[in-house]
């Protein structure tokens, strides 16, 4: 079983229209969780941190659920603009620090 | 500005050649990584470094070395043991132990064969 698991879509939403990610992740030592974002060609750019209370940045939103280990991004009145891959992040922490990656779950904006 | 410098963004290698890719940052963060990205596909960690001095392999540390003699870089020697190194190859680094400990990318080096 893969550390950190994304449905890698892709996902095609008309503008305007609300969509959430998923993201599962294995180990339960896990302590930080993150939300990055991938243009083609382009390096990973954070999109935000996930913390235990969830986050609101504008139109996206980040929960944390450590009971079923997973956490997710929802993404409201998407713009064409938010059309990339989205990765999902975790922070091991058991006798090292280690990111791992998801593979990423591509988003595609239609007009 | 702070920030993380891969070189060179371009890069082209012979079969059975090594090649060093190279990542510094100004950040002062203690943990480095690199990571290997396949057209299409998630990235993979090669190796990673919580200190200087030290560092541990990933996922895919065949055929991949790399040093960490100073705390502002982690250049990546891939060998001609790798058999498979086209790629866009990340490096990224970031503080362990702080509440915002997220991972700060360079902008990568695509390396292809030739």
């Known amino acids: 079983r893969k550390e950190v698991e994304q449905d890698p879509g892709p996902f095609n939403v008309p503008e305007g229209a609300t969509v959430a990610f998923n993201c599962t992740y294995s180990n339960s030592a896990s302590q930080s969780f993150f939300w990055y974002r991938q243009d083609c060609r382009k390096e990973p750019k954070l999109l935000m941190s996930v913390y235990s209370s969830g986050n609101e940045d504008g139109r996206f939103t980040a929960q944390l659920n450590r009971a079923s280990q997973y956490i997710s991004l929802l993404i409201r009145d998407s713009k064409l603009s938010d059309s990339a891959t989205y990765l999902c992040v975790v922070n091991m922490v058991d006798s090292s620090y280690k990111l791992i990656f998801g593979s990423g779950t591509r988003l595609l904006v239609r007009p | 500005d702070g920030g993380i410098t891969q070189s060179p963004k371009y890069l082209f290698r012979k079969e059975g050649q090594n090649v060093t890719l190279s990542c510094e940052q100004n950040?002062?963060?203690?943990?480095m990584y690199w990571y290997r990205q396949d057209p299409g596909q998630g990235l993979r960690l090669i190796y990673y470094?919580?200190?200087?001095?030290?560092?541990q392999k990933g996922d895919i540390a065949e055929g991949y070395s790399v040093s960490r003699e100073k705390k502002e870089s982690f250049p990546l020697t891939v060998t001609s043991a790798q058999k498979n190194p086209t790629a866009f190859y990340l490096c990224a680094s970031s503080q362990p132990g702080r509440r915002t400990n997220e991972a700060f990318f360079g902008q990568g080096t695509r390396l292809t064969v030739v």
């Open positions: 470094s919580q200190i200087v001095n030290d560092f």
């Open positions: 950040l002062n963060h203690d943990a």
